[in-house]
């Protein structure tokens, strides 16, 4: 492995459905209101695909996006990394799907399953393998269609998620940029706090398991908060020890858009500033694995982002699992 080498961000990309589903919308399918759902989430809209819409429409469409940014074409990506919940299909893999629609024709593909903290366990995965040289340009995708999996009848989870996708293409550099350092972790003691019973050889598709809704989300909001806000900072601290960084060298963080009022209690825990501190979550609700980097691309293309910005990813999800990650753009 060549120490002097690593992964940097070469191109970005997202793909966002057009319909938006307001609070106003919501209060017409369960017994919500739009003041409870801010004040409890910060969340305003969210863009839910049309029936009938896979994730790899979404995806290639990001992927595109991305490595147009990136100024190559699929033909010189040699590994997609998909990382989503909500596939197309149990198998095939939805990276190959993918594949096929962007022409990528030299690469190999698979998908990972982390939850909400796919995408940064994928950079730690594509990172690694550009340091030992196997692979030259990889396309890391987040993307789900949470959707597809709500149910509509419960106000505790339905206002949260919404639809989306967004792509990075990485490549090789010897340059005093890329990602600095990534830190994974997993605490599967507490699965059964946040989860999708339903589907899985554990209980596969029948009549009552469906008419059971074991195929919808469950979770327990606030063991998921307390949690969230804890491993988040641990996994944050973690990735600044590992890169030499300290947190106010920080241009930006983007946390997981799960919760307004986790953000902000991650940024009190952090002592991040308001100028630090990345949301788009009042917009997007929860997007899961795409979560991170549709704020990544968002934040560039609004030139909130600059080469030379050092910035700071952290996530948490189901599992549960938790990342971050130090990269200089």
């Keep these: 492995m060549d120490n002097s080498k690593r992964a940097m961000i070469l191109g970005t990309g997202r793909a966002i459905p057009e319909k938006i589903l307001t609070n106003a919308d919501l209060e017409k399918i369960v017994d919500t209101n739009d003041a409870w759902i801010v004040e409890r989430s910060g969340i305003r809209t969210r863009h839910i695909v049309e029936p009938g819409t896979a994730l790899s429409s979404l995806a290639a469409d990001a992927a595109k996006k991305a490595l147009e940014d990136a ?38 593909a698979f998908d990972i399953s ?107 909001g606030r063991e998921v908060f307390r949690h969230a806000v804890v491993s988040m900072s641990k996994a944050m601290k973690k990735a600044l020890k590992l890169s030499g960084v ?38 997007y609700g929860n997007t899961s694995a795409a979560s991170i980097p549709i704020a990544l691309d968002e934040a560039r293309r609004e030139g909130r982002l600059r080469e030379g910005n050092l910035i700071g990813l952290v996530t948490f999800g189901a599992g549960f699992t938790w990342g971050s990650s130090i990269i200089r753009l």
């Design 71 to 108: 100024n190559l074409a699929a033909t010189d990506v040699d590994l997609i990394i998909m990382a989503t919940v909500t596939g197309d299909m149990k198998f095939p893999a939805t990276a190959c799907f993918v594949q096929t629609l962007i022409g990528a024709n030299n690469a190999a």
């Design 114 to 220: 982390a939850a909400c903290s796919g995408f940064v366990y994928g950079l730690q995965l594509a990172d690694s393998l550009i340091r030992s040289g196997t692979h030259q340009n990889i396309l890391l995708i987040g993307g789900e269609i949470l959707t597809s999996m709500v149910d509509w009848d419960d106000r505790n989870t339905c206002v949260l998620f919404g639809d989306g996708a967004a792509a990075v293409v990485l490549g090789p550099t010897q340059e005093d940029r890329g990602i600095l350092s990534t830190h994974i972790g997993a605490d599967g003691n507490h699965s059964g706090l946040l989860y999708n019973a339903g589907c899985g050889s554990l209980n596969p598709p029948t009549v009552e398991n469906v008419q059971d809704k074991l195929h919808t989300m469950r979770m327990e």
């Design 246 to 283: 300290a947190i106010e060298d920080l241009d930006l963080v983007i946390s997981h858009q799960a919760n307004l009022r986790i953000i902000e209690a991650l940024g009190k825990r952090l002592k991040l500033t308001d100028e630090q501190t990345y949301v788009n979550v009042d917009r």
